[in-house]
């Protein structure tokens, strides 16, 4: 007989049912109904890829190595009045300066933790006079040359600056995108 209940329990016997089982399907379907509504809202509500075509032209390219610069490793440009162009040079810790066709005019700055040295030079800007402005990142400040390479302005970015990586100037106001902190501040030119 316990052979036969054997084989009676291995071909026909219904196992009894874990009172939980149901409950657990009953979530596990309720989880991939979710999941398929949030696809479906995501493909709703995703912004369509639009197709831009944009034509560049190179109208100049220079890269220092057969200059008295030497190699720089640009971070951001400007054009400086009518007839030269300055970049932020990060890799060396200062600011250069060129003609309009490539050639070398003069380097403002050098890397290094003196008061007088550069630590990051960022973003560069300029005014109709012709004098540039930078952003030292991690000297938190804005500092200004004339053409004669001489400093003319610096503004203390002390107001819980935290990286301070970019900077524009419409004549009155400098605006500054503050990285660590995620804003754009306006700031006079005496630090205000």
């Known amino acids: 007989m316990a052979v036969k209940t054997v084989k009676?329990?291995?071909t026909g016997a219904k196992k009894p049912?874990?009172?939980?089982?149901?409950?657990?399907?009953?979530?596990?379907?309720?989880?991939?109904?979710?999941?398929?509504?949030?696809?479906?809202?995501?493909?709703i509500f995703k912004?369509?890829?639009?197709?831009?075509?944009?034509?560049?032209?190179?109208?100049?390219?220079?890269?220092?190595?057969?200059?008295?610069?030497?190699?720089?490793g640009a971070w951001d440009v400007t054009a400086v009045g009518n007839d030269q162009i300055a970049l932020t040079d990060q890799q060396n810790g200062?600011?250069?300066?060129?003609?309009r066709a490539g050639k070398f005019l003069r380097a403002f700055g050098k890397k290094g933790e003196g008061?007088?040295?550069?630590?990051?030079?960022?973003?560069?800007?300029s005014d109709a006079n012709?004098?540039?402005?930078?952003?030292?990142?991690?000297?938190?400040?804005?500092?200004?040359?004339?053409?004669?390479?001489k400093q003319i302005l610096t503004v203390p970015l002390?107001?819980?600056?935290?990286?301070?990586?970019?900077?524009?100037?419409?004549?009155?106001?400098?605006y500054v995108a503050d990285t660590g902190t995620h804003r754009v501040v306006k700031v006079t030119p005496q630090g205000e």
């Open 158 to 174: 002390t107001h819980g600056f935290y990286g301070p990586r970019g900077v524009a100037f419409d004549g009155s106001f400098f």
């Open 94 to 99: 200062r600011i250069l300066f060129f003609d």
């Open 17 to 43: 049912k874990s009172p939980g089982s149901k409950s657990a399907f009953i979530g596990i379907v309720i989880a991939v109904v979710c999941l398929l509504f949030l696809f479906e809202a995501v493909s």
């Open 47 to 72: 912004t369509p890829e639009v197709e831009v075509n944009l034509t560049a032209q190179v109208i100049g390219q220079f890269t220092g190595l057969d200059q008295p610069c030497g190699k720089f």
């Open 8 to 10: 009676k329990n291995l």
């Open 130 to 149: 012709g004098n540039a402005y930078f952003i030292d990142a991690w000297k938190s400040g804005i500092i200004g040359i004339n053409k004669k390479n």
């Open 115 to 125: 008061p007088e040295d550069l630590k990051e030079p960022s973003a560069i800007t």
